[in-house]
């Protein structure tokens, strides 16, 4: 859902009739409603069976593909995004259903694969979306998902087996209010800081929002009975670190899908674009993910092997040679590939470990909300990615025909903090805990 819009993206506000920051809300909808539904629809999910709320999600992905194929004003786009983007808890709630289902030997291999599934669909949808924008109507675009969505619907309704595992308890909505005020203020900030002004009192004041109401809903998760989220379980070295290197992760992933296609299509008459149209540029992205799904049962082999743990620093240091390749090759789409190819393998293995280290150190019955909260960790680096790379990239510029244009060193700026983003993924990896099994 993320990677369908952006061949359209800088089109957006003549296909929508609105300026450029209201189209913006396209991509800010999507992202917002992603992580606040993650981990709500992981919590329904192991209260009311996986696979039924997978099943929602799912409805809700192609009620929302449909509404923006059939509307091209701006509010009826930005609502069918926002539905799109509470489907993304599919993944998460797909591998709860996993562990309870799967004999315990094929868990890792299965876990592996379908987070790869993230990366192949990247790589199909972005040269497949350029190329639907650039030959026919945008509108085609959410077309193509609606179907892509009533196919995967169908096909889990007849494969797909219930979990019989539960947690009765009653839903809470106070704490799921309240995580939906504090994320949305969060999320907010940070994707509109760039248009809203950082120093503005509307950002600011989102800010301070976002942790007032996060220190009252922790406070309040704390002491009811049936918490939205288990911040105690979520608070175990184990848990807390992995979701902090899949912070880190989820940025460093996301900044490949901001700059590499707009290096790929700058004008060559800049000196360091390379000149490619719109479906070049998605092709040239496409081999990552397919090296995402070749090295899924390597990610499986290595953590059976080593750990998750030792899977993901190894992931992370990956990511990080992947983009100093990219601040020193970038001059030839050929170099783009290559550095492309090894991000994406950092991230397949990082990606299938991060599922085994949250699922092992959590309960059965809350598989799903802690593979929800996992997911909302890695939206919260993406956002945020999605923010920063947009500020580096709109301030450091050249002009070129009365154009501004991201310049060369706004890229090896955004590729130099993906490399920070990755040591950090490796640090915060080293500190998560091993367990005696893993150690023998």
């Not at 993650?38 to 039924?52: A, E, N, Q, V, Y």
């Not at 009811?224 to 902090?244: M, W």
């Amino acid at each position: 859902m993320q990677t369908l819009v952006i061949p359209i993206i800088p089109s957006l506000p003549t296909l929508l009739d609105t300026s450029a920051s209201n189209a913006s809300w396209v991509i800010t909808a999507t992202l917002l409603a992603g992580a606040v539904v993650t981990p709500i629809s992981g919590r329904l999910g192991d209260m009311f069976g996986k696979r039924r709320i997978l099943i929602v999600s799912l409805l809700a992905l192609i009620v929302g593909s449909v509404l923006c194929a059939a509307f091209s004003s701006l509010l009826p786009v930005v609502i069918g995004r926002a539905l799109q983007g509470a489907a993304v808890g599919a993944i998460p709630l797909g591998i709860s259903i996993m562990r309870d289902e799967l004999p315990a030997e094929r868990v890792g291999s299965a876990m592996a694969i379908m987070s790869a599934t993230l990366g192949v669909g990247g790589a199909i949808g972005l040269p497949v979306a350029a190329l639907i924008a650039q030959h026919s109507n945008w509108h085609v675009l959410f077309v193509t998902s609606a179907a892509l969505g009533i196919v995967c619907a169908i096909l889990v309704f007849v494969f797909v087996p219930e979990s019989p595992i539960r947690t009765p308890a009653r839903f809470d909505f106070v704490g799921a209010i309240g995580l939906s005020i504090a994320l949305t203020s969060l999320l907010l900030a940070i994707t509109k800081g760039g248009d809203w002004g950082w120093g503005s009192g509307t950002i600011l004041g989102l800010f301070a929002g976002s942790v007032i109401v996060f220190l009252l809903w922790g406070a309040y998760e704390l002491r009811t009975r049936a918490p939205l989220v288990d911040l105690r379980v979520s608070s175990r070295p184990r848990v807390l670190f992995t979701n902090g290197a899949s912070i880190a992760v989820g940025f460093a992933l996301y900044g490949t899908s901001l700059t590499f296609p707009q290096l790929l299509m700058a004008p060559e008459a800049t000196g360091y674009g390379l000149g490619q149209s719109m479906v070049a540029a998605g092709l040239a992205m496409a081999p990552g993910g397919f090296v995402m799904m070749l090295l899924s049962p390597v990610s499986a082999r290595l953590s059976a092997r080593r750990g998750p743990k030792f899977t993901l620093a190894l992931g992370s240091s990956i990511i990080g040679i992947g983009y100093v390749s990219a601040f020193v090759l970038m001059n030839s789409v050929w170099e783009i590939v290559v550095a492309g190819m090894i991000i994406s393998a950092g991230v397949g293995l990082a990606y299938a470990a991060m599922p085994a280290l949250i699922m092992g150190a959590v309960p059965i019955s809350e598989t799903a909300a802690a593979n929800g909260l996992n997911a909302l960790m890695r939206s919260v680096g993406t956002s945020t990615s999605a923010a920063v790379m947009s500020v580096v990239l709109a301030h450091m510029t050249v002009s070129l025909g009365g154009h501004l244009l991201p310049s060369r060193e706004g890229f090896q700026t955004a590729f130099g903090i993906s490399i920070a983003a990755a040591i950090a993924a490796i640090v915060l990896t080293l500190c998560i805990p091993v367990r005696k099994t893993e150690r023998s």
